[in-house]
């Protein structure tokens, strides 16, 4: 006992010291927390510093920069109570630096088309660019009440001055303060250029005048086209001076001879459009400035021809991978028949690129690993010079031969033992030969074989030992095919599975443990019956737990006490007789005595009473009864019998 | 019945109860695929198809085309790092994910330069919620980063010694390493954007770094891009992406159940099943088995 209490006892420490083992064994930070439940801490030291730079990136002009790295604000971290703000602040950040960009090129274009005496445009883009200086003093004032309200949420009065958030707090402050210099320096600008404007505008200008034309008036893709014209004013044609003419955004400048005549030749580039535009502008320049107006020639269309390419493809609905399909079209031109490129493609994979004039045809082999489902088959025919490309498409479905598995598998085997498995893979046309055939019987025990040319197959398996005892096992049986365009197939049979061994030792625990409680509960009655004293025939069991007064039954209990129980036994019999209640081994004398005083007559219960007191005394009591309750116990026993004769009679 | 015998029936008693206790309760370690809670991988194993690997030894069955995740916290030992360079040396894909664990151990033997830093970085503007959660917002275009404009990272590290070409994703300018665990940034401690994530070819096959595991766990997917992220590493893989748990951190439950999972399988075997019939048998039939000097015996 004292070895068992030892090793118990140390097992119980290694237990203990166990877990603190490896927690030393763990990584010294924490690889993680839960993002859910994870603590919320910001920083507005940070926050302030990050605006302050953006700022100060605006300040030097690099609007966009600035904008790039609001961006970015999104991705911090801001407490709640400032969230507000700060997104606002951000959002008017953002416009504001986009307006101030804006005005930079404004003021910078209102220049050139006032020197260039554009004075319809420039008078537009000042009315629009002092618009757009009244929404930066706007924001600018919105942007100081937003850092403001900030630093009230900071309570950043209560800061010293020299703590890093007051510090900055007050670059910010300061930094918003040199933007509304810069406002004003826009302001100023805006200002000088509307004077200018009203100087200018006073100035008479020449009118000026340009035509414009095209040889020949319409042209293939790929041709060049020469468009001409003439710049002359009311005093007649100008002379060396510079006409853009605009094709497609693209200007070509070009010189004017002394008849004011000017001409270029452009080429159409092969984009298959029906036409394009040409138009020419004149904008003085040099010593015109101030002289002539500028003008613009009328818009020219150009009218643009191709040949057009048409396709009428057609393939089988159904492919299958691995087998080859026929792809045929017509192809048809407005132009003469050529030899065309054309690309053959599955779901936008090049499968091939053929040549052909005016049907196609081209066997194509679909993709081994193409899943099943539909897909696009497209051609693409491409552009050649004058011809136009055209692209069509086909929705096919790719689709695999089902295969039909038979298997012949026993219903119910033994274990151990071997499973003997056959069967048969076939498809609609044929047996299916060189499949691999995987077949597994519940979790451990698999094997493959593969299909002979007649399609079958045949595999054996083990069914070792297990603890189950009886039941169902899966077989599954899984057909692989070679050929990619046949489909895999599967097969599951239940097999009862019967373990006699297991049943044999099972039953045999069972009688065993049958038989150990059986002579437990036999020796355990012998017993009993051995220790209790005999000669209790009206009590149909032993009371180990209210010992019922027997005082016949050799108790040890003599004399007076021996006189008592016996009155106690025949009243509680008469009672017992007459109630059809009996007492029973589990019941202490005062529980019957509560039971049976409801169902006899007042009388009667009052005496049974007394007499159950007295037999309680007798019994438990270290008191000794006298002669006096003897006979008290024997009058009311008495009593009792005859009050229930009287009933009887 | 004696104590002693008491005792003996309780303490055979008590440790079959724990036994199904320990089997029926769910794993809450890191990083696993069996793991359902905020810590676990499982949701990477149903949406990227994970195929969880026991031992590194089976690498050498499946390499071309094949990504490895490996997070290395424990150390790997010899033959382990063989079976690692061997699998990227044959066109396999290892990424390798840690920040406090052994990932400097499986770079020296891959003999890149780069190394994780293992100190914590932090973040306390850009992140998500406090600055050990740091948020990532600088990408390099690459397979890994295509669709990701945010990550958000949990208890991460820093890459050192990575080429400019090399990186994928880096910090925010606000980062920085805490070397002293003060969760502040100091003087002496450096700050700035930090490689976090990248990716080198290495004969024949790829290593892709990424400073911090946590980023697989199941409640870190669902935040920013992180998944995307995580879409894109499992699309690296053209025939299969594989998770080496055998290298994780390991609780006392998962010794326990391997313990009982092995006893199962002895178990389960004819000879294990005959044993467990016989000792049962013996135990049973003990009271009645005759006694020396006696009759059928009687324990009483």
């Not at chain 1, 037999?615 to 009864?625: G, M």
Request: negative net charge; glycine residues 6%.
């Amino acid at each position: 006992m004292r070895k068992f209490t030892v090793v118990l006892s140390l097992l119980l420490a290694v237990a203990v010291l166990i877990p603190v083992l490896s927690l030393a064994a763990q990584p010294s930070h924490t690889p993680h927390e839960n993002p859910a439940t994870a603590g919320g801490s910001s920083s507005s030291l940070l926050l302030l510093i990050f605006h302050g730079d953006i700022y100060e990136v605006a300040l030097g002009g690099r609007y966009q920069d600035a904008q790039d790295l609001l961006d970015k604000i999104k991705h911090a971290n801001i407490s709640d109570e400032l969230k507000y703000i700060v997104d606002r602040f951000d959002a008017l950040s953002h416009e504001l630096f986009s307006d101030l960009d804006n005005l930079e090129n404004l003021l910078d274009e209102i220049s050139v088309l006032l020197e260039q005496y554009q004075m319809e445009e420039a008078q537009q883009q000042l009315e629009y660019a002092r618009t757009v200086l009244e929404n930066v003093d706007r924001m600018l004032d919105d942007g100081e009440m937003a850092v403001d309200a900030i630093g009230r949420r900071l309570y950043i009065g209560s800061y010293a001055p020299t703590s890093q958030l007051r510090q900055a707090y007050d670059r910010l402050k300061g930094i918003l303060e040199q933007m509304r210099l810069l406002y004003r320096d826009f302001d100023a600008r805006l200002g000088r250029l509307f004077l200018e404007y009203e100087d200018r505008v006073a100035v008479e200008l020449i009118p000026t005048y340009l035509t414009i034309e095209a040889t020949p008036e319409s042209v293939f893709v790929g041709d060049s086209i020469v468009i001409s014209g003439q710049l002359s004013s009311e005093d007649g044609p100008l002379a060396d001076r510079s006409v853009t003419v605009l094709f497609e955004e693209k200007p070509e400048v070009v010189s004017t001879d002394e008849g004011g005549s000017y001409s270029t030749t452009i080429d159409i580039p092969y984009r298959y459009v029906t036409s394009v535009v040409f138009v020419a502008r004149y904008t003085p320049a040099g010593d015109d400035i101030g002289v002539y107006g500028a003008c613009e020639s009328p818009r020219l269309t150009v009218d643009v021809s191709y040949y057009r390419t048409y396709l009428e493809l057609s393939a089988p609905e159904v492919a299958y991978p691995g087998l080859p399909i026929t792809v045929t079209g017509e192809i048809s031109t407005t132009g003469d028949s050529i030899e065309r490129n054309i690309s053959l493609l599955l779901d936008n994979i090049n499968l091939a690129t053929v040549q052909a004039r005016d049907r196609l045809e081209e066997e194509l082999v679909i993709p081994d690993e193409t899943v099943t489902g539909n897909h696009t088959l497209t051609a693409s025919i491409s552009a050649q010079q004058r011809y136009a490309g055209v692209s069509e498409s086909l929705t096919i479905q790719i689709s695999q031969f089902p295969l039909q598995v038979d298997v012949q598998a026993p219903s119910l085997i033994l274990l151990p033992g071997e499973v003997n498995i056959t069967g048969r893979v076939w498809h609609d046309s044929g047996p299916l030969g060189d499949a691999a055939v995987r077949v597994s019987f519940g979790e451990s025990s698999s094997t493959q074989v593969i299909t002979d040319a007649d399609g079958n197959f045949e595999a054996v398996l083990e069914a070792p030992l297990r603890l189950s005892l009886v039941g169902p096992k899966r077989l599954m049986v899984g057909v692989e095919p070679v050929e990619p365009y046949y489909s895999s197939a599967a097969v599951e049979k239940w097999i009862v599975v019967i373990n006699p061994v297991g049943i044999s030792l099972t039953l045999l625990a069972f009688v065993s443990a049958g038989f150990v409680v059986y002579r437990r509960v036999t020796k355990w009655s012998t017993r009993i019956r051995a220790e209790t004293p005999a000669g209790r025939p009206d009590l149909p069991w032993p009371t180990p737990l209210a010992p019922s007064p027997e005082p016949e039954s050799g108790s040890g209990l003599t004399g007076i006490r021996s006189e008592i129980l016996t009155a106690y036994l025949e009243g509680r019999r008469a009672i017992e007789k007459a109630t059809g209640i009996h007492i029973e081994p589990y019941i202490t004398l005062r529980e019957f005595l509560k039971v049976v005083v409801t169902n006899v007559t007042a009388a009667v219960g009052q005496r049974f009473t007394e007499l159950t007191r007295m037999a309680e005394v007798t019994l438990y009591s270290a008191r000794e009864p006298d002669e006096g309750m003897a006979a008290d116990a024997r009058q009311q026993a008495a009593d009792i019998k005859k009050e229930f004769n009287r009933d009887t009679a | 019945m004696t104590l002693r015998r008491f005792l003996v029936s309780l303490a055979i008693v008590l440790v079959i109860i724990l036994a199904v206790v320990i089997w029926v309760i769910p794993s809450d370690e890191d990083f696993r695929v069996e793991n359902t809670f905020w810590n676990g991988a499982s949701r990477l194993s149903v949406s990227q198809a994970v195929t969880p690997l026991e031992t590194l030894a089976d690498l050498s069955e499946m390499t071309e085309g094949a990504t490895l995740m490996l997070i290395p916290y424990m150390q790997l030992t010899p033959s382990e790092l063989e079976d690692v360079t061997r699998f990227v040396s044959g066109g396999g894909t290892l990424v390798l994910a840690d920040d406090y664990g052994y990932g400097n151990q499986v770079l020296s033997s891959l003999g890149i330069e780069a190394r994780f830093s293992g100190q914590a970085l932090l973040d306390p503007l850009f992140n998500y919620k406090n600055e050990q959660l740091p948020r990532v917002f600088h990408f390099s275009p690459g397979a890994v980063t295509d669709g990701v404009n945010s990550l958000v990272l949990n208890h991460a590290t820093c890459l050192t010694d990575v080429g400019a070409g090399e990186i994928l994703a880096m910090s925010s300018s606000f980062s920085f390493i805490d070397i002293n665990n003060n969760r502040q940034w100091d003087e002496d401690e450096p700050a700035g954007a930090m490689p976090v994530i990248s990716g080198h070819s290495l004969a024949g096959g790829r290593v892709i770094l990424v400073s911090d595991p946590s980023i697989f766990i199941n409640s870190m997917d669902s935040l920013d891009d992180n998944y995307s992220a995580i879409e894109n590493i499992a699309g690296i893989s053209s025939s299969q992406l594989y998770l080496d748990q055998s290298h994780l951190p390991h609780s006392d439950l998962h010794y326990t159940k391997n313990l009982l999972a092995d006893v199962r399988s002895v178990l389960t075997t004819p000879v294990g099943t005959l044993a467990l019939v016989a000792v049962l048998l013996i135990l049973i039939l003990r009271p009645i088995w005759p006694r020396k000097g006696g009759g059928i015996g009687d324990q009483e």
